[in-house]
Nanobody
Framework: QVQLVESGGGSVQPGDSLRLSCSAS????????IGWFRQAPGKEREGLLC????????VYAASVKGRFTVSRDNAKNMASLQMSSLKPDDTAKYYC?????????????????RGQGTQVTVSS
């Protein structure tokens, strides 16, 4: 059974850092690009970053460039989203998704498998 499970969300203060994890099972993780998305209340889901099968990072959202980074550990079937200098505007539910092959894509619908998300709230 294919599963993508996000974890690590929580409530933090502006300026804090947080690391989200995406744990995969049921498919050959090495062969999939991993994308990170978020959706804030009342807003459309937004593509943030993606990491290819060859460990290249692609940033889609200018708002997170220089603050968020992605990584993956194929041995653990896990990807991570490291977030720093968090702002109230980063408050959203964060999702990971897997897309077969090397190609990343900013479109949620282009991914083969998707997680259920983890909530991040940034507030003072």
């Amino acid at each position: 059974q294919v599963q993508l499970v996000e974890s690590g969300g929580g409530s933090v203060q502006p300026g804090d850092s947080l690391r989200l994890s995406c744990s995969a099972s049921g498919f050959t993780f090495d062969n999939y690009a991993i994308g990170w998305f978020r959706q804030a209340p009342g807003k459309e889901r937004e593509g943030l970053l993606c990491i290819t099968t060859s460990n290249s990072e692609i940033v889609y959202a200018a708002s997170v460039k220089g603050r968020f980074t992605v990584s993956r550990d194929n041995a653990k079937n896990m990807a991570s989203l490291q977030m720093s200098s968090l702002k109230p505007d980063d408050t959203a539910k964060y999702y990971c998704a897997a897309r077969h092959g090397q190609g990343c894509n900013a479109n949620w619908d282009e991914y083969d498998f998707r997680g259920q998300g983890t909530q991040v709230t940034v507030s003072s």
